[in-house]
């Protein structure tokens, strides 16, 4: 299942992409900005500035949507299943209320992601495979990412490295880029935002290592969860330890997303405002740029 | 290139200039051309007009301000609007009087003014163009026209203009070698024949032009010496002593100097513009036939420095700013921002002696851009020719000069362009000498006939609206051409039966467009020659001929149609929801526009016209090509009709589709009741060829897709494409680099014909509607052209805004 694809984008990858959003995530970090990506099945957003006040049209579909005293919209989460869902997905006049996540077909997924095909050659673009988490449909991510070498297409893929190992083996050959987060090194920490395990992600970090053509391990920087100097340096440490990653992007905390969690009726747990710390960005860039340990200098950029 | 710098004199010189908001009106053009044509009543029109021009320019004001460099006036006071009665006078006696109150577009009269213009007008009631134009046209016509689905205001209230004359012809032969050419042709005129006889008084007008356009030149020379004898700085006594020889020079021989070159050709862009108020009048290929001079004087013999000649440059751009126009106050809708669209090309190929193309980017096209950028002015209307071969760094530099936000410069393609004129005609080094004209369109300097493009307009969307309703225009309730079915009767069997009566529909208002253009042009041709213009077009001297009376060599004409998005994105709605997945039935739709989606169940209709078709501007093949094929029965009608040149000596005498819609989505937009797209009436229609406002959600590369599914090869009236970027999205090197990039695949790879930018952000647009005050410099690209912000009239401030913004 995928629930976007974004074209022009310039900023996951090299040149022009457009990137392939796949629905499911194995984590749950709170500072996650695509909030609708979770959940391996369709979501739905309710946007009530769009709603039209006199409009009954998802309320003739379903009852598990009514409106209140005020005439506000109120939708009954939990009893939401596939079938209303299947009613919902063009009801809507407005799309206020929306339905997020299509059954893919690769075909044409395939088709579409080619449709900018002149774009990726003359730019050294390509596609980039994000979500959620995409790793967790590898058959899908190597369906197309096959296809799209066969073109002479550069693909990219921005994963969290919290699948299992065949996962990632799967698309090796596939994919020319590995655009891969590392979180944290304290297992505990990272267990408690994120949900997760942080040796599984380690582990994979050491064996994708030996075999990736590119990796850019990306540090997104939580208040909070790791703006410290100390966390931060750990985490470069073991990035610089990995010896094939020479690129290093740091990913200030953003707030961009936020509103999405009230469109899903979802709780927000993280900091309100973006992080605003150059001074820490910039000492954590100098520290990774003039590592002891590398083996060659880092390229390292704030904000990818 | 440093673009933040501006030279003190030019950067005072702007800021005069900009400030002015109500600029007057000035009438010593309008009283002369009176009392010369009363005094030559006996005469041929054309040589009326000679009289009147040599009349004009003996006795007219001159000024010397600024401390500019280059030199000449169009009209007694800064900035003023000279007054051509000879076109019309007919808005004029009846508006004049409150002009100052205009939106966007006002003038400050003076009682003087009013009185001259109140005593001349009544002279020329009967005898101007447009009197003369609906004494020709049939009641139908007249209709149409009072309709506004076809407009020719502008054709019929102006000169036709939109050319580039041979500017390096007058820079090789000089006016005096010009003149000879001119008596050459008279020794030869045998006045026992009739056709010689007409040749003749062209030939006659001409000299007679060309003389008073010597001594005009003297007479700015005249007083530039005066000037310097009461000047007191010693700096700038140099420069009026200079500028004093350089014209005593150019008034007779071919220039020696880059900044005589510069001046002759600014002589020659002014006195177009005083023999005609025509717009769009180009310099062509500026960096190619000024190159050499450039060369010479900075880089070789190092009599002046790089700086000043970019100096000279600004102070010519800004002598461009001076020139102003005075339209009605309908068509200065259609044209906001008052523009003159002036423009400049630099860059594209050259055949080098073997025949083959290279890149013709050199010294002066980084002079001129850097100048633009520096300036951030609205004129020149800069435009780039592009290429494959085009120099990475000079596209960078480019892009650099976008960043400044003023919308410049524009790009054309070489790659559709030159290969298209080839196959219509047109020799190889002529279309490979291809410029810009005005925004968008393109032509051959110096040897192509008027209005490339510029005729009627046509409203494609209301024009729907009727093929959806028995014929019935939905503005007017009037009936042009009746036909059988409407969605109101729900009597559309199939979708094919809409687009049926689309093609009938646009089939007859092409004709009828035509038609008028026909009575336009021939009023044109026999009562406002341009003769000085004529000179400089190729073969009208050989043959006697003015451009109009199809003196040039070659003569392509293009219209305007408008709401082309507006059309596909309404049809494909039509077939998607009333025919192809039934949730709308015909009379439904035919009720919520007649309703103007007011009701509640009309704005949840609207909703699911907005959100369940497809829309132009997405790369969605189930709408694009629905346009192509509504567009091509258009361009199949128009490619059966002439201009009234054909046949009488130019290689063409056609037409073809163009959509550079000025600003006139907006005012016709004005004019539209609601569409079936979900727009609801009096909102601006889409402008060019861009998508409709805020209906690209897929950012540029879908819009690039859909833009060049468009029969672009059949448009060569030009195909524009406006995009809004906000500036955050073209801030890193890289970032300019993936720009470029777009640019480059857009263009070799979809043979996409023009593009061009607006850098910024809704915040300043916003803000600069609030706080006029703050922001008179900003400046953005309106449609194929650039206008100051602060001087559009709020509605068309709003299109802009609406503008989608994409994110990089």
New interface residues.
Partial sequence: MYFDI???S?HDGD??RSILFLKGCSLACPWCQNPESRSEKRSLLFDQRLC????Q?CQKETNTITRNKEGLIVIDRLAIDEKVLDSLT?CC???ALSVCGKETQQDILFETLL??K??YI??G?GVTFSGGEPLMQPELVENIAKRMHQQGINTAIETCMHVPWKNIERVLPYIDCWLTDLKHTDQQKFQEWAKGSLSRIQKNFQQLALHAKRIVIRIPIVPGFNDTEQELHAIIDFAVSLKACCELHLLPYHTLGINKYDLLDMPYHCADKPLDNPVLLINAQEYAQNHPQSVQKLTVTIRG | MNLNYLAKRISAHKLQLINILTPPICTERAQAYTHIYQQHEDKPVIVQRAFALQAHLQTRTLWIKHDELIIGNQASKVRAAPIFPEYTVRWLDAEIDDLAERPGAGFSVSEEDKKNIHQLAPYWRGKTVQDRCYGLFTDEQQALLASTIIKAEGNMTSGDAHLAVDNEKILRIGLTGLIDEVRAHRANIDLADYEDLKREQFLKSVEIVLLAVQQHIIDYANLADTMATQETRPERVKELQTMAANCRLIAFNKPESFWQALQLCYFVQLILQIESNGHSVSFGRMDQYLHSFYQQDVETDKTITRAFALELLQSCWLKLLEVNKIRSGAHSKASAGSPLYQNVTIGGQKLAQDGTPCDAVNSLSWAILESCGQLRSTQPNLSVRYHEGLDQPFLMACIEVIKCGFGMPAFNNDQIVIPEFIKLGVEKQDAYNYSAIGCIETAVPGKWGYRCTGMSFINFARILLAALDEGRDATSGKVFLASEKSLAKGNFTDFEQIMAAWTEQISYFTRKSIEIDCVVDSVLEQQVQDIFCSSLVDDCLSRGKTAKEGGAKYDWVSGLQVGIANLGNSLVAIKHLVFDHPKITQPELAQALANNYAT?EG???R??LL??APKYGN?DDAVDQLITIAYNAYIDELSKFHNTRYGRGPIGGKYYAGTSSISANVPFGAATMATPDGRKAASPLAEGASPASGSDR?????VY?SVAKMPVNKILGGVLLNQKLTPATIESE??ML?LS??I??FF???KGWHVQYNIVSRETLLAAKANPELYRDLVVRVAGYSAFFTALSPDAQDDIIARTE?N?
């Fill in positions: 974004q074209r022009f310039t040149g022009i039209l006040q006199d409009c049209a063009q006049p407005t799309q449709k900018d002149a774009f003359q730019s673009g | 509640s704005e949840r209709l909703q699911r959100n369940f790369d897929l950012g540029p590369t879908a897709n890289g970032d993936k990039m777009l480059r695949t070799n790879h979809h994409h990089l």
